[in-house]
DNA sequence: ATTACGGCACGTCATTCCGG
DNA sequence: CCGGAATGACGTGCCGTAAT
């Protein structure tokens, strides 16, 4: 088991405003007082715990994940531990108690705030990239399917770009009807004297893509298979672009989720902080008389 | 009025995930 | 293993706003 979460249901009330809308004037800000269920997040840490990198996500009507990197082991907080996490500049901090080193990446503007400790995506992630490498980076953030689906979180780190086997023949083309003007290394030839090339790409994976040439060996594609290419790439592309218009729905809803249970749990901390001050008050009456 | 800028939505491509 | 769905990244256009 990595990263063990356990939830609370904790609404109370909620209330306020919404913290993010502070650091970023052009946030919708809705009023952000109903929150149906919000949940703390606590991770249960061995007292002996080493250093954890973590990828936190929490899921507004789902258990809540997070993800620890391959190579780290698994994290446990003390209970009563709060992991506060939001969008624009993400927070994590502790009620009590002092969270140990805990790396949050690759998310910019992400702020790790224990009781003395901090950390920024500056000190904490090592940014020795090109443009490539960042892209690398960011290409491969766990997808929300991936989050729920995945606690092990396994993959995170690796580096999986470039290395699908058997793309060397593979082509892209930005549309199936312009062709290089040789034959690609992928291309088969058939009995039929049909060129037969794999498409790789194009959204939702491969697609075979019929060819001959003539005489002077020019490409040309039959008729009929073209018009059958054709169409299925717009179809294609239609499903796909519902599916990106679909995705985005998807993530905003989420985001807004987050944000609204950062603004919860922020409440909360603020009155956990009132009542530890009254009650160190109490303390010290007593203690005067 | 014009320009610069930031935010947003969209379409597309590339890649990964997942069910059959 | 394969095909389709999901989603991250990128480029583009539109719109509102502030500065000139």
Sequence with gaps: MEGMVEENGTSGGAGGTDPLTNSNSSAPAPAPHVVAATSIVQLNLPAQSPSAQAQSVIQPNQQSVIQTASNIQSVQLPKG????????????????????????????NTVVSTQGQSCTDDS???????????????????????????????????????SKPGCENEVSLSTPLSFAPVIPAGALQTESGLHTL??????????????????????????????????????????????????RRKKKEYIKCLENRVAVLENQNKALIEELKSLKELYCQQKTE
Excluded at 84 to 100: A, N, Y
Excluded at 136 to 151: C, G, V
């Design 81 to 108: 531990n709060v992991i506060l996490v939001s969008k624009p500049s993400s927070v994590i901090h502790t009620t009590q108690g002092t969270l140990q080193t805990l790396q949050i990446k690759p998310e910019p």
């Design 124 to 162: 904490c992630s090592d940014d020795e990239s090109p443009k490539r490498k960042y892209r690398e980076m960011l290409t491969r953030r766990p997808s929300y399917r991936k989050i729920l689906n995945d606690l092990g979180g396994a993959e995170i780190a690796d580096n999986r770009m470039g």
């Design 198 to 247: 794999a498409v790789s790409g194009a959204a939702g994976g491969g697609t075979i893509v019929q060819y001959a040439t003539n005489q002077d060996g020019q490409f040309y594609v039959p008729g009929p298979m073209l018009e059958d290419q054709t169409r299925k790439r717009e179809l294609r592309l239609l499903k796909n672009r519902e599916a990106a218009r679909e995705c």
